[in-house]
């Protein structure tokens, strides 16, 4: 049996980030092997990721950001279960470590992402280290990306809401201005033509109604529900909304203003509770 010092409990625990008692335990149990222990720890955290698995991980930390050319931007929300973990600066390092990871290799999906490498680990068993460190539910929430001419990014203070958004042009300001708008305004989509069938069935249903309640003939019901789809579409499509900076403009003549024909081809936005 080897003998375990409080150096080498020390370099373990700072190796790892896990308890001083469980790195004991876990060199015991390695018989001082380094790399046994740390292999010992990452199934410590396995067990507790199953355990936990059916809590709610709806707290987190969520960061966007873009590549140096301004071409490509990534939204990750890493979550956890608690308030608490979620404001610690190690794991907002850790949210931004799996952010520039995704920038610099560009992951189709959140299943590609959780298999890139972080140090000696893939993000997917890092997640689950942490589990064990943390002793909370830790997963990937959300990872979208964004491709275009020029893609901007928000991040709203307290890190629980980013979006991205992509310009047919390089325009700075303005695209961290409509980013901003879609954090404020959560937009259902780019424009109408984007809208899903289900959301504009259920808006023009709900227009009928209201007419109906309000007495209107039953042949005009249609026509006035069409024209409160229209007024859904000025408040809910991204291109259409106001300008929360200048109600004069729609979204459109605003970057229009900024350089003709200046648009957007697409936005994400990805919020924890918003």
């Known amino acids: 049996m080897a003998t375990i010092t409080a150096a080498d409990v020390n370099k373990l625990r700072k190796q790892t980030g896990a308890g001083m008692m469980d790195c004991k335990k876990a060199l015991q149990e390695a018989d001082g092997d380094f790399e046994k222990a740390i292999d010992i720890l990452r199934k410590k955290g396995q067990k507790i990721a199953a355990k936990r698995a059916d809590r709610e991980a709806t707290e987190g930390c969520v960061l966007a950001g873009t590549t140096a050319d301004s071409t490509f931007g990534a939204i990750v929300s890493l979550n956890c279960e608690t308030d608490f973990v979620a404001k610690n600066e190690?794991?907002?390092?850790?949210?931004?470590s799996i952010l520039d990871k995704a920038l610099a290799e560009k992951p189709a999906d959140k299943e590609a992402l959780l298999g890139l490498s972080l140090g000696d680990l893939t993000i997917g068993e890092k997640l689950t280290e942490q589990t064990g460190v943390i002793g909370e539910k830790l997963e990937?929430?959300?990872?979208e990306t964004v491709s275009g001419a020029y893609v901007?990014?928000?991040?709203h203070a307290g890190n629980?809401?980013?979006?991205?958004?992509?310009?047919?042009?390089?325009?700075?300001?303005?695209?961290k201005n409509v980013a901003m708008q879609a954090a404020a305004m959560n937009p259902v989509s780019l424009n109408r033509d984007e809208v899903p069938q289900d959301v504009i069935e259920r808006e023009l249903e709900v227009g009928r109604e209201q007419a109906r309640e309000e007495g209107k003939p039953e042949e005009m019901l249609d026509k006035i529900a069409q024209g409160r789809l229209?007024?859904?579409?000025k408040e809910n499509t991204l291109l259409e909304q106001d300008y929360i900076r200048d109600g004069k403009l729609n979204i459109t003549k605003y970057l229009d203003s900024v350089e003709k024909g200046l648009s957007i081809t697409e936005?994400?936005?990805v919020g924890l509770g918003v």
Not at 90 to 96: D, M, P, R
Not at 152 to 155: D, F, Q, S, V
């Open 90 to 96: 190690s794991f907002v390092e850790l949210t931004q």
């Open 230 to 233: 229209n007024k859904f579409y």
């Open 152 to 155: 901007a990014n928000y991040i």
């Open 160 to 175: 629980k809401l980013a979006t991205l958004v992509a310009l047919t042009g390089e325009a700075e300001e303005a695209g």
């Open 267 to 269: 936005f994400k936005r």
């Open 140 to 143: 990937i929430g959300a990872y």
